[in-house]
């Protein structure tokens, strides 16, 4: 164990215990911290104050469990730490269980910069540290079929929110069906549509709860956008939205065989200003 390796040990240990004050010790005056699309706490961090409120509406959201490192690999000031994180939310009590990874620089013995990354490859070259064969295997082989599935839910996210539709059919398996309140269809009958919610209504999706069992991911969202384009036979407001939505994905092979959507349009439609 190196002295970073050792500082981020302390780090872990000190959020399960819900210990903030010792997090804050291990961090560089001039931290940033970044958090990816998708997470609960979207965005980017500057300072120990930032941090320390952004580390206790965190972990303050479990009611129990733990984030416990499983390896830490090192390059020079920076280590990727491949994490399993399993925690109870006291908002929903449901349990959520993933695998992903955080990328920290250090100096000085102190945190300077702190990543969450989704896909453990992206932490490494973030890092420069060398993806090979061995390394994507052993984190193949430590990924649950639930854990996988949920990665491939948090891409379509992630595209989701880029707008980002070659991304996404390239998540899509031959023939996906594709269900939801404007309909159902195969991706080139669905495409316009979401084009349309992407590039009308920027839509964007915050994912708040995600459980999956066998090949079959459950997310709930909190929805939001703003009418900044004509879509749907509707001219733009401007007016913006936010409603909770829910979808339903089967994964086969590591792409989305089907994917089931549900939202309040009638809540949408009104909160933009369109008549119905």
Known sequence: ?????????????????????ACTALLDPQVVRMEPEGHATTGTYHGIAEL????????GSW????????????????????????????????????RFADGFALRAGKIMHYQTFWQRSDA??????ADNDETREE????MSLEQQCKEVVLNYVDAFNRGDLVALESLLADEAEIQGVFGKGLFERIRPVWQQLIEGFAMQLQVKGMIAEGNTVAVRYIETGTFRADAFGH??????????AMEWFEIESGKIKRRWGARDSASQYRQLGIAT
């Not at 490494?124 to 540290?129: E, P, Q, T, V, Y």
């Open 235 to 244: 001219k733009a407001t401007g007016k913006s939205y936010e409603l909770v």
């Open 1 to 21: 164990m190196s002295a970073n390796t050792d500082v981020l040990e302390q780090f872990f240990a000190a959020i399960n215990r819900f210990d903030i004050e």
């Open 63 to 98: 009611a129990e469990g733990s984030c416990d490192p499983e390896q830490m690999l090192e390059n020079g000031n920076k280590v990727v730490v491949y994490l399993h994180a399993r925690v109870r939310m006291k908002e929903t009590g449901e349990w959520i269980d993933g």
């Open 124 to 129: 490494l070259d973030w890092a420069g540290i």
């Open 139 to 142: 984190e193949q082989d430590n």
């Open 52 to 59: 320390r409120e952004h580390l206790s509406k965190g972990r």
